[in-house]
């Protein structure tokens, strides 16, 4: 816990700095952006690290997309909180991807704040995804590649137990349910506490 909150305070120094020098990319006119209850489009990512990354590379999982910029106050406040509840949650099939929109700041200034999260940072993507109506953006896709939420707002970790823990909790098509363990071999997904902080999961579901 202590370890987690520590590291959720160096992002936020990192996050602080840059802010200082970042400057949003202009958003070209592109396709409509996908909308809730359809099929999501397919994208091609490239993460800060060069990898390279298709819609079909998270076939089964719980995506989130998440479009921030450094200069924004609630993207500063929501990145930690996301990073956290992923860490806790990806054993569940829960996958983040931070889509930066700050063109104008060099890679090399982006990868202090690379090495402290754990979620993959973006630094390129081609496809129909875009801001909305503002930064924070956070698009939901489902295990069956439906988008579920797409909406220009933070999340808090209320309304990330609202919205992910039940995609958690549906089974992934045609791909068998990893077990471990506990619980007679079944994962046991609880939604988090807000009060409790983003490391500490609760043991009684709303």
Excluded: H
Excluded at 107 to 124: G, H, Y
């Amino acid at each position: 816990m202590a370890g987690e909150l520590g590291a959720g305070r160096r992002v936020l120094r990192i996050l602080a700095v840059s802010g200082l020098i970042a400057a949003i990319g202009a958003q070209p006119a592109l396709a409509k952006p996908p909308v809730e209850g359809q099929l999501a489009p397919d994208f091609k990512i490239t993460t800060l690290d060069g990898k390279q990354l298709t819609l079909a590379d998270f076939k089964g999982q719980v995506l989130v997309l998440n479009f921030w910029a450094t200069w924004c106050a609630p993207c500063r406040r929501e990145l930690p909180l996301l990073d956290a509840y992923y860490k806790i949650q990806q054993r569940f099939g829960l996958r983040v991807l931070a889509v930066t929109t700050e063109d104008s700041v060099p890679v090399s200034q982006l990868k202090p704040l690379a090495a402290a999260l754990t979620i993959p940072m973006v630094r390129n993507l081609r496809g129909p995804y875009r801001i909305l109506d503002g930064v924070p953006t956070n698009y939901v896709i489902d295990r069956a590649g439906v988008v579920r939420y797409a909406q220009a707002a933070a999340f808090t970790v209320d309304n990330m137990n609202d919205i992910l823990v039940p995609l958690l909790r549906e089974p992934a098509p045609e791909v068998p349910t990893a077990t471990t363990a506990t619980n007679g071999g079944q994962l046991s997904l609880l939604p988090l506490r807000e009060k409790e902080g983003p490391a500490t999961q609760s043991g009684v579901g709303r």
